[in-house]
Structure formats: structure tokens, C-alpha cells
């Protein structure tokens, strides 16, 4: 999920954040972060992490590679003859297998989020992440930003499943970073700031994704719904029970990528 960089703060979304209704609480519910960066400095070293283990063994030749990255379908791939579909153990001897989620590579969908090869794709999102994360973080504290960046990340490989091509492969963190664009844009409409600024750069991200080559508008599209949709789940949940009616939010939006991963891999299969 190749992306550009993004570049943009909301003061009057975190200030209302950080307004407690009750001592050490945000506005949104969730506990008021010490350090509101420090998630995404752990998500950063995470992609890093994975980033370096995939050039120490080979780049994109690496074979971590291809167990990392989103592959709807798995396929047999034979040096001189492409790639066609067999069995994992009927690929053996023959050439390369690389696995799919619906051959069993469930993993990919969240994998796939956390996996780059060109130094400015994985530059591009972590910048992103930077920016947009510690201020997501403050608003809506720890865990609800932390469950934020990973269901978008899943709604963006969700939609790449079901859109892509079978036997194409996906990677990175921009499904995620779509996802952070929207519920940042939520907030700024919820406390009534000027949301000129991040519609600007939402545009031209998009503009990008939709012009440049390699880059999956899939996941950037889901990302950007899914963080849409949770940000909305977090801001405007009745303040009575609030947490229980966010985690029943969240978990049903959870649910629903559940039905429509087992219902795409019961068509691919």
C-alpha cells in the first residue's frame, strides 16, 4: 500500500481530547496517555524491525517476503514459467510456493501492515505515523488509538482481499495511515475545527493513489473508511456506559471484517 507523506495537526483536536470528564480520562473515554507518542514510536520500531529482517534476507527476493505480504491466493511460482496454482505440496521440487490467505496465510492480513521493501515507501508512512499518531493518541488515548491503527490496517487488507487481483501481492502501513487521515478528519469535525487543512491533504494523498503506479488504492480506500467509521464509533458514543458501547462498536465493526474475509475466501476456494 504505497502512500505520500502526510502533514497535518489539529491543536483543537487534541486539546478536546485531552479534556477530562472525570480525573486522568479523556474526552473520548480513554486514559489519558503520559507520553502520547510513545505508541507510535512502538509501531515505528515494529515496521523498522520487520523492514530490516526483510533486506537481511534478500530484499524482494526474500522469502520472509513473500510469508509477510497480502496474497488473496496462493500460487506455485516456476522460474521460466510464471506462477500457477497447485498445492503447496505438489509445488515441491517444482519451484516457489507463495502462500495466500486462502490457502491458509490468514496472518497476511495483518502482517502485510506492518511489511516495506523501498526505503521510501516505509520513510513516507512512518513519517506519517509520526505526525498523525502521537496527536490520534492524546485525543483518544492508549488503547482506542491502538485498536484505531490495527482495525484500519485489517479494513484496509479487507478491501485489498476482495478487490485485488487473486494472486497480487500488497504490503505496508498506508491502509493504516488512511485510516488515522480519517479519524483524524472525524474529530476535527466533532469539535467543530476548520477541517480545510486535512481535507487538502486528504485530497492529494488520494489524487496520488489513484494516479501513481503501484500503489493499491484498495487499502487506502478501506484504511480510510475503517478509521472513518472507528472514529466515529469513539466520538459519538453515549457518554453513559461509553466504553461499553465503544467496545461493542468495535467489536461488531471487528465481526463484520471477520464475515467478509471467510466470505471471500469461500469464493476463492
Same mark, same amino acid.
Given at each position: 500500500m504505497r502512500d505520500a507523506s502526510v502533514g497535518y495537526q489539529c491543536p483543537d483536536c487534541v486539546a478536546e481530547g485531552a479534556?477530562?470528564?472525570?480525573?486522568?480520562?479523556?474526552?473520548?473515554?480513554?486514559?489519558r496517555p503520559g507520553n502520547p507518542g510513545l505508541t507510535s514510536m512502538v509501531l515505528i520500531a515494529l515496521n523498522a524491525a520487520v523492514w530490516? &529482517? =526483510?533486506?537481511? @534476507?534478500?530484499?524482494?527476493?526474500?522469502? $520472509? *517476503?513473500?510469508? /509477510?505480504?497480502?496474497?488473496?491466493?496462493?500460487?506455485?511460482?516456476?522460474?521460466?514459467?510464471?506462477?500457477?496454482?497447485?498445492?503447496?505440496?505438489?509445488?515441491?521440487?517444482?519451484?516457489?510456493?507463495?502462500?495466500?490467505v486462502a490457502d491458509g496465510a490468514w496472518w497476511q492480513l495483518m502482517t502485510s501492515a506492518f511489511t516495506h521493501v523501498q526505503v521510501l515507501h516505509i520513510g513516507f508512512n512512518m513519517l506519517a505515523l509520526w505526525i498523525l499518531g502521537p496527536q490520534l493518541e492524546? &485525543? =483518544?488515548?492508549? @488503547?482506542?488509538?491502538?485498536?484505531?491503527? $490495527? *482495525?484500519?490496517? /485489517?479494513?484496509?487488507?479487507?478491501?485489498?482481499?476482495?478487490?485485488?487481483?487473486?494472486?497480487?501481492?500488497?504490503?505496508?502501513?498506508?491502509?493504516?495511515?488512511?485510516?488515522?487521515?480519517?479519524?483524524?478528519?472525524?474529530?476535527?469535525?466533532k469539535v467543530r475545527a476548520n477541517p480545510q487543512q486535512i481535507l487538502l491533504w486528504i485530497g492529494i494523498n488520494f489524487v496520488i493513489t489513484?494516479?501513481?503506479?503501484?500503489?493499491?488504492?484498495?487499502?487506502?480506500?478501506?484504511?480510510?473508511?475503517?478509521?472513518?467509521?472507528?472514529?466515529?464509533?469513539?466520538?459519538?458514543?453515549p457518554r453513559v456506559h461509553r466504553t461499553?458501547?465503544?467496545?461493542a462498536g468495535l467489536s461488531a465493526f471487528g465481526l463484520a471484517l471477520l464475515v467478509a474475509i471467510i466470505a471471500r475466501t469461500a469464493v476463492l476456494t
Open positions: 479534556r477530562t470528564t472525570r480525573s486522568g480520562r479523556t474526552a473520548y473515554g480513554g486514559l530490516l &529482517a =526483510v533486506l537481511a @534476507t534478500g530484499g524482494n527476493g526474500s522469502r $520472509l *517476503l513473500d510469508w /509477510l505480504e497480502l496474497r488473496p491466493n496462493g500460487l506455485c511460482l516456476v522460474p521460466g514459467r510464471g506462477g500457477f496454482e497447485v498445492p503447496q505440496a505438489s509445488c515441491s521440487g517444482q519451484g516457489t510456493f507463495l502462500p495466500g492524546a &485525543a =483518544v488515548g492508549r @488503547t482506542r488509538f491502538l485498536a484505531l491503527f $490495527l *482495525l484500519s490496517a /485489517l479494513a484496509g487488507s479487507t478491501v485489498v482481499y476482495w478487490l485485488t487481483p487473486e494472486y497480487k501481492a500488497t504490503l505496508g502501513a498506508s491502509g493504516a495511515v488512511f485510516g488515522l487521515m480519517g479519524a483524524l478528519l472525524v474529530l476535527a469535525l489513484v494516479t501513481a503506479p503501484n500503489i493499491s488504492w484498495q487499502g487506502h480506500l478501506g484504511g480510510f473508511l475503517g478509521g472513518v467509521l472507528i472514529a466515529v464509533i469513539l466520538a459519538w458514543s461499553l458501547w465503544q467496545t
